[in-house]
């Protein structure tokens, strides 16, 4: 084989993929989103997953495609991860298809239709029907339909090209060496997960494969490791897309790649051991295309009828493998899907899940602040701007989805939702943004190795305990909607205003006392400044949540500031005893008036 025949098995090789992508890609514009939305929709149960992932695979010739589907739907909550099962499974069924068009070059006869499907003629036809609609008609759905075509017949043209050019392998000793070798299963299957891999394609590898068995050394024990490892390689494209998506998401790659181990690894073993006992009188004989694309087909459908009664073990796997951690569940990022704008009171159930998300956000990154600053952790400091970022996200798409909502038609109860969800968002945002700055304080005193004394240190403790109090009794009462615990924060909120005057004040006295340099009162005050901001956000979240109907929240309806003028100058029983309370327990005996 000289170098010549090398080059132009390579562009042989190159032809045929381009083909296989011009089509793929030709298919999916086709589709214009409806397969996605079959997708979304029709996956009540695994049976229907299967058959559905393997038509809209057959369709669009790519399993990795549907495949990336799934991932992108449950990284955006639209589909959950048991629903993905079915469907990839299905998936590895309907990327059979390309190989039994394939099939179609064994053909030979002299009837005249059937000559016209050998691909060393129905590739240029296609070819040429398909480069005029793609060139001359290039508007709407005909443009469209010529790529199809004219990928479909450069798949063809490739095909044949590529077994022109490895015709001369079949005469070379060492060719057929290198093929010995691949009936070792293990090899087997690391060189086609290999090649599967790089081109990420497993029907275009399938094709690879049918071009080679027209040198007549493809035996079916060499054949089987190669499709099994196929499988296996096709996976890289779902575990790529499922890099910096949410956990289930990479769940769903996962499952991907466990089903075509775990039905390799099942097979693997059970036909090797058959075939010591018995001997198979079909295990040495020699593949053609058809008999590549028949073994694929029946591996894949093999598979999934041995795993699929087992779909829900393969669920708890996965979970096992991927666990929750709380830590990382909060990363999460909520999606909220423009299709339930449709019906305004569900968008607004979406909308209020995602503010909440972000309450729970904002006291856990409130907390991580206060702990930086007694035991500094630089891998929480990351963390704490990570979740930011993703308080800052949420607060744009909220912000966004709710103002596409007060577009239409809405009755004044979900109107006013609307204007207390786009504020509370806003104070959520702010606390978050609060906890970043005392964060960084917290990172300043530690990079300058400061330490403030023992007194201040004492008086932080005081403050940070009453604003850790006011800030959890906030998100949970927005969550739970709980009027009572909301009717706490405002007292507690006054103590925090109370604390913040008088440590101010005992601060500026330690200050011209020298108990304190210039530098660490700078921090302390902005410290204190930081805090008080923190619970004059959750006083404006808790007021929301009293105008919930009760006595008390039904006169803030007009006013929140005539309300709150109303209980700090004309008194108010519950508010009397809440503030009493909570001044008994957080102004120690030297900070009492």
């Given amino acids: 084989m000289t170098i010549s025949d090398v080059i132009s098995m390579l562009g042989a090789i190159a032809l045929f993929l381009f083909g296989m992508t011009t089509m793929t890609d030709g298919l999916e514009k086709l589709s214009s989103g409806r397969l996605e939305r079959i997708l979304e929709r029709l996956t009540s149960n695994v049976w229907k997953g299967v058959l559905l992932g393997a038509l809209v695979t057959g369709l669009i010739q790519s399993s990795a495609a549907t495949t990336v589907m799934c991932v992108g739907f449950v990284n955006a909550g639209i589909m959950k991860l048991q629903q993905t099962v079915g469907i990839i499974m299905g998936a590895n069924i309907g990327t059979t298809v390309t190989a039994q068009l394939l099939r179609l070059g064994d053909i030979s006869s002299d009837n005249l239709f059937l000559s016209l499907l050998k691909p060393s003629i129905l590739g240029p036809l296609l070819a040429i029907v398909g480069i005029v609609l793609y060139m001359f008609v290039k508007s709407g759905k005909k443009g469209m339909v010529g790529q199809i075509i004219l990928g479909l017949g450069v ?6 090209t590529m077994e022109n050019a490895v015709s001369g392998l079949q005469d070379m000793p060492e060719f057929a060496a290198i093929m010995v070798t691949f009936t070792n299963p293990l090899l087997g299957v690391l060189a086609g997960a290999a090649v599967t891999a790089l081109i990420q394609s497993s029907s275009a590898s399938m094709g690879i494969l049918q071009a080679i068995t027209s040198t007549g050394v493809v035996q079916f024990n060499l054949a089987l490791p190669l499709i099994f490892g196929q499988n296996i390689g096709t996976c890289i494209t779902a575990i790529l897309s499922s890099i910096g998506a949410s956990k289930n998401a990479k769940r769903t790659a996962c499952i991907h790649l466990l089903f075509n181990i775990i039905g390799t690894v099942v097979f693997l073993i059970l036909l090797y051991l058959l075939n010591a006992v018995f001997s198979f009188s079909f295990w040495t004989e020699v593949m053609n295309r058809g008999s590549i694309a028949n073994l694929h087909l029946l591996f894949n459908v093999a598979c999934t009828l041995l795993l699929l009664p087992f779909h829900k073990q393969l669920v708890r796997l996965v979970e096992w493998l991927i666990p929750d951690h709380a830590e990382e569940e909060e990363m999460e990022e909520s999606i909220l899907d423009e299709r339930f704008l449709v019906s305004p009171s569900l968008a607004l159930e979406k909308a209020r899940e995602a503010v909440q998300q972000m309450g729970i956000l904002a006291q856990k990154n409130y907390d991580r602040s206060i702990e930086l600053l007694n035991h500094f952790d630089q891998k929480q400091f ?6 930011e970022k993703i308080l800052d996200k949420l ?11 007060a577009n239409r038609a809405l009755t004044a109860e979900e109107s006013a939702l609307v204007s207390e969800l786009i504020h509370t968002l806003s104070d959520f945002e702010r606390i978050g943004d609060y906890a970043v700055n005392i964060a960084e304080g917290a990172v300043a005193l530690h990079k300058r190795d400061l330490t403030f004394s023992k007194e201040a240190k004492g008086e932080l403790e005081q403050i940070t305990r009453a604003v850790s109090e006011i800030v959890n009794m906030t998100a949970n009462c927005y969550v739970t909607r709980n009027v009572q615990t909301a009717l706490k924060v405002e007292p507690l909120e006054q ?16 200050l011209k006392q020298g108990g304190c340099t210039m530098e660490l009162g700078t921090q302390f005050l902005e410290l204190l400044i930081n805090l008080e901001r923190i619970s004059d956000h959750c006083s404006n979240i808790a007021l929301h949540v009293l105008r919930g109907g009760t006595p008390e929240g039904a006169q803030i309806n007009f006013s929140s500031h005539e309300y709150l003028d109303q209980l700090h100058k004309r008194g108010n029983k519950t508010f009397d005893h809440y503030y009493s309370e909570y001044k008994k327990q957080y102004m120690v005996p030297s900070l009492r008036e």
């Fill in 155 to 160: 798949l063809f043209i490739g095909m044949k």
């Fill in 382 to 387: 990351d963390r704490l701007q990570e979740v």
């Fill in 395 to 405: 607060e744009s798409s909220v912000d966004n989805y709710l103002i596409k909502l």
């Fill in 495 to 510: 103590v925090v205003d109370l604390l913040r005057e008088r440590l101010q004040d005992n601060h500026v006295e330690r």
